[in-house]
């Protein structure tokens, strides 16, 4: 484990958005993937609540801003490569606009 | 959950190339981000072994074809809108090129 700055992620690899992984840090369920920009990181490490942005409406939105499932965020990492977050979080509500709390419901094999 | 095939996963939203969240069975940590392209898809599915398309290279590829770590692929699941994929592997073996199981080693909070 090495300790890292926000300042370090790389997100101009990918044009300023890079993939986030969320997981629950009590069942250890990958519950979505989302992506952030610079600017979405600093805001979830200032709030302590996940916060995004939306590649489809090209702006940042907070988990919960509508619906009340907000996802406070204990742990965030990033990969060997920095160009890609993790974020361990600290909830039981639905991660998925469904309603189930998890995003990965779909079998494909 | 629903059943869904191969086929129905969205690739063309984000222009052929989605990613990937590699998970592992046993201890449910999340293990790399990667990307895969519906061919990618198509051979994990046939082989049952874990590839994935390269975003730097341009090419597919099979993790562990030259280290040897190749990751049995137990499980795979798409998320609500079928743009993003994740992959349950049954290994021990690393899946980082650091030699880590995770990539994910970097703490940023």
Redesign the interface.
């Known amino acids: 484990?090495?300790?890292?700055?926000?300042g370090d992620?790389d997100f101009a690899k990918r044009g300023g958005v890079i993939?986030v992984?969320v997981?629950d840090r009590q069942?250890?369920?990958?519950l979505?993937?989302v992506y952030a920009n610079k600017e979405a990181?600093e805001i979830?490490?200032k709030t302590g609540n996940a916060w995004f942005y939306s590649t489809s409406r090209g702006k940042l939105w907070m988990k919960g801003e509508e619906s009340g499932n907000v996802q406070p965020?204990h742990?965030?990492?990033?990969?060997?490569?920095?160009d890609?977050?993790?974020y361990i979080v600290d909830s039981d509500r639905p991660m998925?606009?469904?309603g189930?709390r998890t995003?990965?419901?779909?079998?494909?094999?």
């Not at 069942?27 to 990958?30: A, I, L, Q, R």
């Open positions: 484990m090495k300790v890292m700055k926000a992620v993939p992984v997981q069942t250890k369920d990958v979505t993937l990181l979830t490490i965020v742990e965030i990492l990033a990969d060997c490569d920095s890609a977050l993790l998925c606009h469904t189930e995003c990965f419901h779909n079998i494909v094999k």
